[in-house]
C-alpha cells in the first residue's frame, strides 16, 4: 500500500506537470520508470493505481497539485484479486507475490453467497487491514404485479413512513437519539476545544451509522414484505411538510433518500418494482372519490364532503399507491403486442 500510494503521487504529479489526464500518454511517461523504481509491484496494480490517480485528475480538472495519503486505499479488479465465498479464501496480489489468505464466515456474509465477486478495495485502519469486495448478480426477472401488489409510500410528520396498508413507521426511536446527538454536538461545538473537535467527529460517525442502521432495516422490512411494487413521490416534499424548525432539525437531517436507495436495491434484488409518481395533490386529493379540495385536509386528519375520513398521511399515501397502480397497468398496456398473420 505504501507503494502503491508512491506510484499514484508519482503518475498525479507527472499528470499535473504536463496538465494531462490522458491515461494511454500518461501510462507511456511513467510506467517503465515505475517498473524500475518497484520492479517487484504487479503490473496489474500499477494500472488500476494508474486509474485511481486519473480519476483523481480529472476531479480536479488538473487545477491543482495532488497529494496522495501515505497507504491509500488501493484497488484490485479481478486480475489482481480473486474471493472465493464458496471455497471461503481471497487470493491477492502483493509487492511480494500472491498470497492466499482463507476467512471465516458470518451471517452477512452467507447473504453474498450466489453473488460475484467483481473488485476490491483494500483499506488499512486502526492498524488493520480490510477488504470491501463489490460483488454482483444479474437482475432477477421483474415479477408480474397486478393493483394489489401495489404500496403506496408516503413520508408523514410524526411517522417517518406512512405505507397504504395502513402500517405507520413511528420515528419516536429517531427523533430520541437524532434529539440525542443534536444536543452532545451542539454543547461540543460551542466548547471548541481540540478533544471536543475529536468527540464531535466521532459521534457525528456514529449518528450516521445509526441512520444507515434505521435505513437498512425499514428499507429490508418493506422489500421483503408481500408487496411487489413500491410507489413513491417523484420528489422531495420533505421541506414543503414541515412541521416547524424543530422537527426540521430533528428529522431533516433523516436521510430519505438513502431510504429510497436501499429500498430500490433490495427491491430490485427480488425483482421488484420501485414506481415514481407524480406529487402533485397526493395530500389534497380524496382518495375515496378523488376530489381535490386542500381544505379537506386539517392537521394530520383528511375528511371529504363524500363522508370518507382517514389520517392524512394515510390517505396521501393512498393516493400514491393509486397513480402506482396507473403507472404499472400504463407501462403493461405500452408493451408490444405481437401478432402473427
Ligand atoms: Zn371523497
Known sequence: MQAASKIRQLICDFG???QTDNKNELHDLTYKKIRKLYPEFPSALIQTSRDVAIEALKKDKLGRKIKVKQMSALRYDKRCLRVSFEHKFISISTIRGRIKLNFGTNKQLNRYIDWKPKAGMLIYRNNNLFLNVVVEKEKPIIQQATAKDVLGI???INNILVCSNNQ?????????????????????QSKGTKPAIKRLKLISGKETRFVTDVNH??????AESDFK?????????????????????????????????????????LGKQIVKVNPRYTSQKCSNCNTIKKTNREGS?????????LHADLNASRNIANLGISEISRLFVNQPKVTTI
Not at 405507520?168 to 461540543?188: A, I, M, P
Not at 426540521?248 to 429500498?263: A, T, V
Open 154 to 156: 408516503d413520508r408523514g
Open 16 to 18: 499535473f506537470n504536463i
Open 217 to 222: 432495516r425499514l428499507s429490508k422490512a418493506i
Open 229 to 269: 411494487v413500491f410507489a413513491f413521490e417523484r420528489l422531495s416534499r420533505m421541506t414543503k411538510k414541515s412541521n416547524g424548525k424543530r422537527f426540521n432539525r430533528m428529522l431533516g437531517n433523516w436521510s430519505y433518500n438513502q431510504f429510497e436507495l436501499f429500498l430500490s436495491y433490495k427491491a430490485e434484488a
Open 168 to 188: 405507520f413507521f413511528n420515528s419516536k426511536d429517531l427523533k430520541r437519539v437524532k434529539g440525542k446527538y443534536q444536543y452532545l454536538k451542539r454543547v461540543l
Open 301 to 309: 386528519w383528511y375528511s371529504c364532503g363524500c363522508g370518507f375520513q
